[in-house]
């Protein structure tokens, strides 16, 4: 079943989708009239439709049925990713979301090769936004995960203390995921370095923040594995899979 975002809340039985959306379904999707589809409003409902009218501009929909959406985690996960080379961010932001991330940070670290100027790094998370927004519909999340501005390490640091548990994931080596996460926090900063990692400086600051560090084992993963493979044992540990 196809499924959108609104940009706000629905309080009546009708609701008319246009914009993108209406082009999606009319054009990429070919829906008919009589077909089903789902919508998830900003407050976390979810509203089964019937379409009861198609043109190229608009469709119109009858609610059949509001409910609360359940598909979301009961952990909020942000990542703070250090920018890798070329497109791999594109993948880790689809399927980071896919996994069940809340939102994602991207920065600079000591060791980032890549380093867009300010027009290219705000064309990038525009980008990133967008197949943000994407994965959610495919996965049929219940909120599109935020991806935010770039920021430095130290901003990203700095950001990180809203959340109850810091973990940066270090390849030189640190505790075990489920150790660090004996209590179920309600949420979580997790640290991904690029294809360098981070400088002992940079895990020294979370450190001393509070945070821990954290292991992925003993190999040593991609830039663009890593943030999967921590996101995934996250989710384990919190028990949302």
């Known amino acids: 079943m196809a ?14 989708i246009s914009g993108e959306n209406a082009r999606h379904i009319s054009k990429s999707l070919r829906m008919k009239k009589g077909e089903e589809l789902t919508l998830v409003t900003p407050d ?32 909020f996960v942000t990542l ?11 993948y880790i932001v689809q399927k980071c979301v896919e996994l069940g991330i ?6 600079l670290s000591a060791r980032c090769v890549s380093r867009p100027d300010a027009k290219s790094i705000k064309k990038k998370c525009e980008r ?4 943000a927004l994407q994965a959610a519909m495919q996965s049929r999340r219940g909120i599109i995960p935020q991806v935010c501005d770039c920021v430095s390490f130290e901003k990203a640091a700095q950001m990180s203390l809203e959340s109850e548990k810091q973990i940066i994931f270090y390849e ?3 505790e075990k995921v489920n150790k660090i996460l004996d ?22 600051k979370i450190i001393a923040n509070g945070g821990s560090p954290a292991t992925l ?18 989710m384990f540990q919190t028990d949302n899979f």
């Open 3 to 16: 499924w959108f975002f609104t940009d706000e809340n629905i309080t009546s039985d009708t609701y008319v």
């Open 44 to 75: 976390n409902t979810q509203c089964e439709c019937v379409l009861t009218e198609i043109t190229a501009e608009y469709s119109a929909v009858k609610i059949t049925e509001k409910r609360p959406c359940e598909n979301e985690p009961d952990v």
């Open 80 to 90: 703070y990713q250090a920018l890798p080379k070329g497109d791999k961010m594109d």
């Open 102 to 107: 809340s939102r994602i940070v991207p920065m």
């Open 128 to 131: 990133w936004q967008k197949i």
């Open 172 to 174: 030189l080596g640190g």
């Open 183 to 204: 209590k179920k926090p309600k949420s979580i900063a997790m640290f991904i370095g690029s294809e360098g990692g981070f400088e002992q400086s940079e895990v020294d």
């Open 217 to 234: 084992g003993k190999r040593i993963l991609r830039a663009e594995t890593a943030p999967l493979a921590a996101l995934s044992i996250i």
